[in-house]
């Protein structure tokens, strides 16, 4: 089961809106609907902050958005905030017998 | 205040052994299917195993299996992952993580403990 596929690095300005992609296969993403995004902070342990796609948990920024299409999830961030630059981690469930599997994850930096 | 929190990383020798432990508090652990995900030096999340919530149920990676056992004890709210037969790339910070199962995503995380596998 290999790991999905993100860009290594994403960054932008204050106040500007970027998207992290999130590439995975029809057994994984182009099958289920259950893509989770994580937020990591240096040294910090990984915050859930989108699941289903697109839901987001109680307490999480609005700035935070989620899309899919086919094989690919994306995570928008608008409105750009310094506290936002964190490593960003994409999840797809995968099935019973090797049930998740991560992307490599992106660097957000905030210019 | 819902929470885990992981004891028992260190350092152990090529072939050796580790018990990591897990205690839940704050949430009804008995319910609860449970999994840990590790994290190498600089690298990114992998999933490594899970159980269902009475542990009649277990998934591996590939990478651990036959090495690492995943197990729990409701009575005690605690989660287990014994590691044997160590090798260099299990080093990594070891996260005990909640799955929610209304959607299938990891919505409680451990601060995390550390293993070091190094001679």
């Known amino acids: 089961q290999s790991a999905l596929t993100q860009p290594a690095s994403v960054s932008g300005s204050p106040g500007q809106s970027i998207t992290i992609s999130c590439t995975g296969t029809s057994s994984d993403v182009g099958t289920y609907d259950l893509v989770s995004w994580y937020q990591q902070h240096p040294g910090k342990a990984p915050k859930l902050m989108i699941y289903e796609g697109r839901k987001r948990p109680s307490g999480v920024s609005n700035r935070f958005s989620g899309s899919k299409s086919g094989n690919t999830a994306s995570l928008t961030i608008s409105g750009l905030q310094a506290e936002d630059e964190a490593d960003y981690y994409c999840c797809s469930y995968a099935g019973s017998s090797n049930p998740y599997v991560f992307g490599a994850g992106t660097k957000v930096t905030v210019l | 205040e819902v929470q885990v929190v992981e004891s028992g990383g260190g350092v152990v020798q090529p072939g050796g052994s580790l018990r990591l432990s897990c205690a839940a508090s704050?949430?009804?652990?008995?319910?609860?299917?449970m999994n840990w995900v590790r994290q190498a030096p600089g690298k990114g999340l992998v999933w490594v195993s899970r159980?269902?919530?009475?542990?009649?149920?277990?998934r591996y990676a590939d990478s651990v299996k036959g090495r690492l056992t995943i197990s729990r004890d409701n009575a005690k709210n605690t989660l287990y992952l014994q590691m044997n037969t160590l090798r260099g790339e299990d080093t990594a910070v070891y996260y005990c993580?909640?799955?929610?199962?209304?959607?299938?995503?990891?919505?409680?995380w451990g601060q995390g403990t550390t293993v070091t596998v190094s001679s």
């Open positions: 159980i269902n919530n009475d542990g009649s149920s277990t």
């Open positions: 993580v909640r799955e929610n199962l209304d959607y299938y995503a990891m919505d409680v």
């Open positions: 704050g949430f009804t652990f008995s319910r609860s299917w």
